[in-house]
């Protein structure tokens, strides 16, 4: 049985019924000091004594191709007020690239019974669709062409452009709209005089068919999809709190919200359409992803502020998306995995801006929880798309080993790894010839990674033995990290202070004579996250695979102790696979747990509270003299991926990973160790991972 997807929905804004002062708001910002909080809306006193509108938006889908749209507009203050709203509807403009393609065409339609307008959009290959509206409103047309004499100083091609309805309504233009009704853009203009404390509302449809009578069950249709979306969020957190419900909801409200189709053709983009780019735009930015070409509907970072895709940020995405939609979630897991995306030698992009930059190397792990939330669901995983997501992940996973272990030590690289608030300098610039940094989070990240393709191996050599060598392999180059990252070889020290029992970076000099970065954030945390547990369903069908775990008893590898050792067998008939053992867990959890240190009423800060005092850091080779501050909320450094705190000091998927390893440490250890106790305590209802439980 598949996932119900509700066909509903419902988004609110508040608009102030006054002016916003942007001129204000901009000389403000533009004088303030680093160390000034930002100049916000509600410090411009517009919101002042209610003087502001609430509107709801709320979506309901009769059919696949028929959506019902109502606007409540309520005023919130005490006097009667003006407001104008355009609902609008228009073609994404591709006939202006050159291509031999009709135009598509919005006109005016006769009205069916029940409707006061219509009008009908007509597409080559979308076919004819019909918006209906049931409230009177002035209907504006104009084309969705941009305003080339505005923008450029070049002639316009059409005197109806995609400016036209705020020329008209708040410079008062009346030429600039069709008069022949009819165009690529159009918008219904509504103006309302609304008494304080009174609503109005307007309703729309929108059909593929034509209605005889478009209104007619719209409120039967509205109450019918709110209790179905009622019925369906109550049972994906049976056991939760009215609290816990509200919460969950409007997050994966968001999560939904957030879909955006993107479009990007690299080499279109370098060569230009019908107005040729700068010559040095075929040397700029992405001009090495010319084979990418994106057209697909994402889920992004944030469809208003953020519509683009960005790697890792999507790999969680699709770990929330699961719980409502596991279909879309493992079609976003594979996207980036596709030809049209995945770089020929096997990187993954980064994000719009620079896809050559690097991610953290999550996509496995998230591809694994989407695979495990399908099984719950469904009672049975989807064998084929791990399959297929396991042999596009072994080019990424060559990529990660041949392109960020340079030096071939299995101490990886990667720069900014999308993570602020975790070092002294710029990772991602080059160091002084011949320095080199020898990342804890990187070579944690790529430890993840491994097992990650390990168990990915066990789960598909199940049913295909073949599988059980490539698992094998996956698993050596697990232990080649664990050996590289404890110090084991003749290649350097350990990137773990067994003095502090913290993972930190290292700084290696021209000589050979390394440095420690004494940083205690995310950094440390990260090879937690190198964490699995394989049962014997896991293991039956892989002889080989056992023998090796054998092998390595206590956690040897090339006559050093790397890792936990793997064939420690719990009373469920488990192993652990990890690159943290049960000594070292209690000292990490140390610091985690600490309030003066990491932990804080919501989750684990990025970076430890410990360097509100602890800041100098001394002089380090090649770098100079460095320092770090604890900041919480507000900056004074626009350090790249230093103490920028632009994520905030508590962020969320890096909880929610630390989370999920710490219950991979307690399903093993349970309660006999105590490590167990410790992690039993913080997933315990008074810890403060309880909010991460519903996924």
């Not at 309805?165 to 410079?171: G, K, P, Q, S, T």
């Not at 009373?571 to 309030?595: C, F, K, S, W």
């Amino acid at each position: 049985m598949h996932c119900r997807v509700i066909a509903g929905c419902v988004i609110s804004i508040n608009i102030p019924n006054q002016s916003i002062p942007i001129h204000d708001w901009l000389r403000k910002t533009a004088i303030a000091a680093d160390s000034t909080p930002p100049f916000n809306l509600l410090d411009s006193a517009v919101f002042n004594e209610h003087r502001y509108w609430d509107v709801d938006v709320c979506y309901a889908k009769v059919s696949a191709n028929r959506i019902q749209i109502r606007i409540t507009l309520l005023n919130c203050s005490d006097e009667s007020a003006e407001l104008h709203l355009i609902p609008q509807l228009w073609f994404r403009n591709s006939w202006s690239w050159g291509d031999a393609i009709d135009k598509p065409k919005l006109h005016l339609d006769e009205p069916p019974v029940g409707a006061n307008w219509s009008v009908k959009a007509e597409h080559s290959e979308l076919g004819s669709y019909q918006l209906y509206g049931e409230q009177q409103a002035e209907l504006l047309f104009t084309e969705n062409e941009s305003n080339t004499e505005r923008l450029w100083g070049q002639p316009l091609s059409t005197p109806y452009v995609k400016d036209a309805f705020h020329r008209l309504i708040v410079n008062g233009e009346s030429t600039v709209i069709n008069p022949d009704r009819s165009g690529t853009k159009f918008g219904a203009w509504y103006r309302f005089k609304v008494g304080g404390d009174e609503t109005k509302k307007i309703d729309l449809v929108l059909s593929a068919d034509s209605l005889d009578h478009p209104f007619k069950e719209i409120e039967k249709v509205f109450a019918l999809r709110r209790s179905e979306a009622d019925i369906f969020y109550d049972e994906l957190l049976p056991e939760g709190g009215l609290e816990d419900h509200k919460i969950m909801r409007q997050a994966l409200a968001g999560m939904i919200w957030s879909k955006q189709f993107f479009h990007f053709d690299v080499q279109r983009w370098l060569m230009g359409d019908q107005q040729a780019p700068p010559a040095t735009r075929k040397g700029g930015r992405n001009h090495q992803w010319r084979h990418l070409r994106a057209a697909d509907i994402l889920s992004m970072p944030d469809a208003w502020e953020y519509p683009w895709f960005a790697a890792w940020d999507l790999a969680f995405h699709c770990v929330a998306l699961a719980l409502v939609d596991v279909d879309f979630a493992k079609q976003q897991i594979e996207v980036l995995l596709g030809e049209h995306y995945l770089h020929p030698n096997g990187q993954i992009p980064a994000y719009e801006w620079a896809f050559g930059d690097v991610n953290p190397p999550v996509h496995a792990w998230g591809a694994l929880k989407v695979y495990r939330a399908e099984r719950v669901q469904r009672g049975e995983g989807d064998r084929r798309y791990l399959q297929r997501i396991f042999h596009k992940l072994l080019l990424n996973y060559a990529w990660w080993i041949n392109r960020k272990d340079k030096q071939g030590q299995n101490l990886f690289e990667g720069g900014f790894l999308g993570l602020d608030n975790i070092s002294v300098f710029d990772r991602s610039k080059p160091l002084p010839p011949g320095h080199t940094v020898k990342q804890a989070d990187a070579t944690g990240w790529m430890a993840m990674f491994a097992l990650n393709m390990t168990v990915m191996a066990l789960e598909l050599a199940i049913e295909d033995n073949d599988y059980e060598n490539i698992a094998i392999q996956c698993y050596e180059q697990f232990l080649s990290i664990g050996k590289a990252i404890s110090g084991g070889d003749e290649n350097g020290p350990s990137l773990w202070d067994l003095d502090a029992g913290f993972f930190k970076d290292l700084l290696i000099t021209p000589d050979g004579s390394h440095h420690r970065i004494d940083v205690y954030s995310w950094v440390g945390l990260i090879p937690l996250f190198a964490t699995e547990v394989v049962d014997n369903r896991l293991l039956a069908n892989v002889p080989r695979f056992q023998q090796m775990l054998k092998k390595h008893k206590k956690g040897l590898f090339q006559g050093s102790y790397v890792c936990a050792c793997p064939d420690w067998e719990n009373d469920q008939g488990e192993h652990l696979l990890a690159l943290v053992d049960h000594t070292m867990l209690p000292r990490i959890l140390n610091p985690l747990l600490n309030e003066d240190e990491f932990l804080s009423p919501y989750g684990v800060r990025s970076l430890s509270k410990l360097h509100e005092h602890y800041q100098d850091l001394g002089d380090l080779p090649g770098i100079g003299q460095t320092g770090i501050g604890y900041l919480p909320g507000e900056s004074e450094s626009g350090l790249f991926g230093g103490n920028s705190n632009w994520r905030g000091p508590v962020w969320i998927p890096t909880n929610y990973a630390l989370v999920q390893a710490l219950e991979k440490f307690h399903r093993f250890l349970g309660n006999e160790a105590e490590a167990g106790d410790i992690v039993s305590i913080l997933l315990s209802p008074n810890g403060f991972a309880l909010g991460f439980n519903a996924l």
